[in-house]
């Protein structure tokens, strides 16, 4: 079974290619929350913003449309150990599709201000759903993360 998409806008952001976004390094400076830029939502799909702006954070579905390739097996950038693919947020996925979540720190028309930014310029966005009190999780494990995170 196939799927095709269609993105319904595009990012635009700081970092203007992939090697900009140091992982690590936003990990030793507590993250990517203050990172700002813009969703860009194609005229075609604006009318789906409506009653968007009563949300404080989304979640936000993307293309890594500047990854080649997968490997089941990879280093992520916090560790030296090579981790299943899956236990990671590594860009080279069987179908490369990513998801972050980032504040609405205002809305004009079709674009959308928002922080915590972690894709390039460009990056299509395949979808958004505004991130409520069900996302949030508490009591949860880490994994092998445990060890890396500062929080």
């Known amino acids: 079974m196939e799927f095709k998409f269609k993105p319904i806008g595009v990012v635009h952001s700081p970092f203007k290619k992939k090697e900009d976004i ?52 990879t280093k992520p950038l916090l ?7 899956f236990s990671t947020r590594s860009p080279h996925r069987p179908n490369p599709v990513g998801m972050t979540v980032v504040e609405v720190l205002e809305r004009k028309g079709n674009r959308i201000k928002v922080s915590g930014i972690d894709m390039i310029e460009g990056t299509p966005i395949l979808d958004i ?17 445990k060890s890396k995170m500062k929080k």
């Open 79 to 85: 560790d030296d150990t090579l981790r299943g693919v």
């Open 129 to 145: 759903k505004p991130y409520t009190s069900r996302d949030q999780k508490t009591a949860i494990k880490l994994g092998w993360l």
């Open 22 to 73: 140091d992982s690590e390094k936003f990990a030793d400076s507590g993250g990517f929350d203050p990172v700002q830029g813009e969703l860009e939502i194609f005229q075609e799909f604006e009318k789906g913003l409506k009653d968007i702006d009563g949300f404080s954070y989304l979640i936000v579905l993307f293309v890594f449309h500047k990854s080649e390739g997968y490997r089941l097996h």
